[in-house]
């Protein structure tokens, strides 16, 4: 007589929710971790349960299909996870390259930049240079020039040179000055009295042709960019020989 074999088939996950829970015939070791099955353990299993199933009370083909149909979708989830991590990494890193890449372009960026601004301050010298304020320089041979802005007046111009307090010192006249923002030769203006070589402090006004009424204009500090130097990397322009002003602060630089 052939001996009954029973049936060794692992029950799939909908037939141990149906039933009632299994007791493991091993239990496993307090505090221990399981090594989760793979591919290959799988397949031996399923060998060794079709080699040792009843004779009489065959496995049956849908549960053999329904489990490898749960390994495979097992396997696949698996693959997937490891497909994502994969391609978390690689964006990571890409990230990464193109963080680098934005910073070495900057950099580049401020290296053509100082560059061409070392370069713009050297063809500066000799030129007149331009900022706010109200200072100018008249040169031992009575050269110089300052630059202002009249708006849309038009007519008699006055030049009021001023000491240290504010007090006027000296005055210029100039016979008829145009709308806008316009540059004066120094050369051009009659002071009284004289004024020698130095750096003054200024202010300009205009009257209307037939007015007694001046009307304040917009002073500029002005003088011929006589030198340059260097501060940590930053170029500085000497203008008129006694001040000193980064090429950042210019706002125009005349011929």
Same mark, same amino acid.
């Given at each position: 007589? =052939?001996?009954?074999?029973?049936?060794t088939?692992?029950?799939?996950a909908?037939?141990?929710?149906?039933?009632?829970?299994?007791?493991?015939?091993?239990?496993?070791?307090?505090?221990?971790?399981?090594?989760?099955?793979g591919?290959?353990?799988?397949?031996?299993?399923?060998? @060794?349960?079709?080699?040792? !199933?009843?004779?009489?009370?065959?496995?049956?083909?849908?549960?053999? @299909?329904?489990?490898l149909?749960?390994?495979?979708?097992?396997?696949?989830l698996?693959?997937?996870?490891?497909?994502?991590?994969?391609?978390?990494a690689t !964006?990571?890193?890409?990230?990464?390259?193109?963080? @680098?890449?934005?910073?070495?372009?900057?950099?580049?960026?401020?290296?053509?930049?100082?560059?061409?601004?070392?370069?713009?301050?050297?063809?500066?010298?000799?030129k007149?240079a331009?900022?706010?304020?109200?200072?100018?320089?008249?040169?031992?041979d009575?050269?110089?020039?300052?630059?202002?802005?009249?708006?849309?007046?038009s007519?008699?111009?006055?030049?009021?040179?001023?000491? $240290?307090?504010?007090?006027? /010192?000296?005055?210029?006249? /100039?016979?008829?000055?145009?709308?806008?923002? !316009? !540059?004066?030769?120094?050369?051009?203006?009659?002071?009284?009295?004289?004024?020698a070589?130095?750096?003054?402090?200024?202010?300009?006004?205009? $009257?209307?042709?037939?007015s007694?009424q001046?009307?304040?204009?917009?002073?500029?500090?002005?003088?011929? /960019?006589?030198?340059?130097?260097?501060?940590?990397?930053?170029? =500085?322009?000497? =203008?008129?020989?006694?001040?000193?002003?980064?090429?950042?602060?210019?706002?125009? /630089?005349?011929?």
């Amino acid at each position: 007589m =052939i001996s009954s074999v029973r049936n060794t088939v692992v029950p799939s996950a909908t037939a141990m929710d149906a039933g009632t829970p299994a007791s493991p015939s091993v239990s496993a070791p307090s505090g221990s971790k399981l090594n989760p099955m793979g591919k290959d353990e799988f397949l031996k299993m399923l060998v @060794a349960q079709l080699k040792n !199933q009843d004779p009489l009370n065959p496995m049956d083909g849908k549960d053999m @299909a329904a489990q490898l149909a749960q390994f495979s979708t097992v396997e696949q989830l698996q693959q997937l996870n490891s497909s994502t991590t994969e391609a978390k990494a690689t !964006q990571a890193a890409m990230a990464a390259a193109i963080e @680098a890449l934005k910073a070495g372009q900057s950099q580049a960026a401020d290296d053509v930049a100082h560059m061409m601004e070392g370069q713009m301050a050297m063809a500066a010298v000799g030129k007149t240079a331009v900022t706010t304020g109200n200072t100018m320089f008249v040169d031992s041979d009575g050269a110089g020039s300052v630059v202002v802005d009249t708006g849309t007046k038009s007519g008699r111009g006055r030049l009021n040179v001023l000491d $240290a307090a504010g007090k006027v /010192i000296s005055e210029g006249t /100039i016979p008829a000055v145009g709308t806008g923002q !316009q !540059q004066i030769n120094l050369r051009d203006v009659t002071f009284t009295p004289p004024l020698a070589a130095g750096q003054y402090r200024y202010e300009f006004a205009v $009257a209307q042709d037939g007015s007694q009424q001046w009307q304040q204009a917009t002073t500029y500090t002005t003088g011929r /960019i006589t030198g340059l130097r260097y501060e940590q990397g930053n170029p =500085i322009l000497m =203008i008129g020989n006694v001040l000193s002003l980064p090429m950042s602060k210019l706002t125009q /630089i005349r011929g």
